[in-house]
């Protein structure tokens, strides 16, 4: 009885582990992805465009919106140039090791990649990330390929 009380709870321990760590190659909503932001129109200009309904697309199961339909065709074209690093998250607190949700009107475009960043508070990722951004971006890069085991920024 008592061996069977151990293999189960070991069991149990498993399952808890394995679904605790489940986590999501992109930020998650409940609406479009990345607050409906155009992704295309942050390598634009100094200012994202909020995307509309009519030029949305899915995409990796994001449902992405552009503000126009030229936005739209361009990532279609070459969808890896745009979608954001790190899958969305925090620049900053995914070089700590964390997995934060963003705010999307704080970015920065650094070696062709968008990077977003949280604020809270006082606290803005992007002035961290910029105190050191080329560890920021080696640790970031191997965070991310170790929380998803895969090379996909």
């Known amino acids: 009885m008592e061996i069977r009380k151990f293999v189960l709870s070991g069991v149990l321990m498993m399952f808890l582990s394995v679904a605790g760590n489940a986590q999501q190659k992109y930020v998650q909503s409940d609406g479009p992805a990345f607050d409906g932001y155009d992704l295309v129109s942050y390598f634009a200009g100094a200012k994202p465009l909020p995307g509309i309904q009519k030029y949305g697309v899915k995409y990796d199961g994001l449902t992405l919106l552009f503000a126009n339909m030229a936005n739209m065709q361009e990532f279609k074209r070459q969808p890896d140039k745009y979608l954001p690093a790190y899958g969305g998250y925090c620049a900053t607190a ?60």
């Open 94 to 153: 995914v070089s700590n090791q964390s997995l934060v949700v963003p705010n999307f009107a704080n970015f920065d475009i650094q070696n062709d990649k968008l990077l977003f960043f949280e604020t809270k508070g006082f606290f803005n990722g992007r002035t961290e990330w910029n105190k050191d951004p080329q560890l920021n971006e080696i640790l970031a890069d191997r965070h991310y390929r170790q929380t998803f085991k895969e090379g996909n920024k």
